[in-house]
């Protein structure tokens, strides 16, 4: 990346630019309110949604002194979040009895939820779940109107995260169904902004059936790191990464050049921020803005951080309520985009236009951070 620094910089300041363009000749104020428009998403909901983990990075910096002092290091470095903070014992986990626990893990949602991704999609035919010649990585759940919600990934039995990509899937599978079935051709198509809340709903229902069942204290801090990654991941680093977008648009829409330089620096000031005093941030970090493809595609990785802090509150919902609750999450399920997201998810029990949705997502991942540092 490096040899290449000034193409890289050059492209992403010219997918700015196109942005920028793109927004002014429409006469919206800024790039982001022109992305945030077809959605009909208030900027209040991104600003409160970087206001919300700011307010709470003192949490972050206390899981990476936790994680340094577990894996026994003078100094934390970027690669030592991806290192495992407790050793345990390989687990396998074969399909058949990932199904199982799916089918437990989601009993909260109903016997029709479970049956029809029981019977239909897991052990249909409805999931390509093994490597095979020539098959691609990664995992995605896809189909066409008429058709089953097909599901691609490539299940490994000796890897406990497979279990979680399943579910994590298996909820899009299952919101395209319900979406398919009760909504017209033109109505059942849902957007990213809602597309994530089904998925990381399941994660978190699985997450808790797990954390239930284990009695190991290893084991028990290895869920409890992974869901702390989760939220570190799909919450915090995505909101660093919307306000990056949000800081270098509004450097390219006051005339200043997005140079190599600056893009860098910008890049930087957050890395500091969002990392903490502790944590050794190595220059060649300062690139990774430049190489994150969602950036050319701009104002995008916020709504996986909308809709995991949606997902916390959602579960929690239906795990401590009775069957109103339940309903209301499959109706939403059952609505498909026959209305804008935001009022699909306050029908489902959520208003992201006030920061308690976040606010709960912060403060279940402190209340993880702590169980964390007691166990290891």
Excluded at 28 to 57: C, W
Excluded at 121 to 134: F, I, S
Excluded at 161 to 187: I, N
């Amino acid at each position: 990346y490096g040899a290449h620094a000034h193409t890289l910089s050059a492209t992403l300041s010219a997918s700015v630019l196109q942005d920028v363009y793109h927004a002014r000749v429409r006469n919206h104020p800024s790039a982001l309110e022109a992305a945030l428009f077809g959605d009909r998403v208030p900027m209040q909901v991104y600003t409160s949604l970087i206001e919300a983990v700011h307010k709470n990075l003192d949490t972050v910096y206390r899981y990476l002194e936790i994680r340094k002092r577990a894996l026994r290091l003078r100094e934390i470095h970027a690669y030592d979040t991806y290192a495992p903070i407790v050793k345990t014992e390989t687990v396998r986990i074969p399909y058949e009895q990932a199904v199982e626990t799916l089918d437990s893990a989601l009993q909260p949602l109903g016997v029709d939820y479970t049956r029809t991704l029981r019977k239909g999609l897991l052990e249909g035919r409805w999931v390509d779940r093994y490597e095979n010649q020539g098959k691609r990585s990664g995992a995605f759940s896809a189909g066409s109107y008429g058709s089953p919600p097909y599901i691609l990934m490539n299940y490994k039995e000796d890897v406990m995260d497979s279990m979680f990509t399943l579910a994590h899937e298996a909820g899009h599978s299952m919101h395209t169904f319900y979406s398919q079935k009760h909504q017209p051709y033109h109505l059942s198509h849902y957007t990213i902004f809602v597309a994530e809340v089904a998925s990381t709903f399941n994660e978190q229902l699985l997450n808790k059936y797990m954390l239930e069942k284990v009695s190991n204290k290893k084991e028990r801090a290895r869920l409890i790191n992974r869901e702390i990654d989760e939220i570190r991941g799909t919450i915090i680093r995505q909101t660093m990464f919307a306000e990056y977008e949000k800081v270098i648009h509004a450097i390219a829409e006051s005339g200043q050049p997005l140079t190599l330089d600056v893009l860098r620096a910008e890049y930087r000031k957050l890395l500091n921020l969002y990392f903490g005093p502790g944590f050794v941030i190595d220059e060649p970090l300062e690139l990774e803005g430049m190489r994150i493809p969602h950036f050319y595609n701009a104002f995008y990785v916020y709504k996986y951080a909308t809709g995991l802090s949606a997902a916390i509150a959602l579960s929690q919902m239906v795990l401590n309520g009775g069957a109103a609750e339940q309903d209301r999450y499959l109706s939403f399920l059952r609505s498909g985009g026959s209305k804008f997201p935001l009022d699909l998810l306050r029908d489902a029990g959520v208003d992201l236009e006030t920061p308690a949705p976040v606010d709960r997502a912060m403060q279940r991942f402190a209340e993880l951070v702590e169980e964390l540092d007691t166990l290891v």
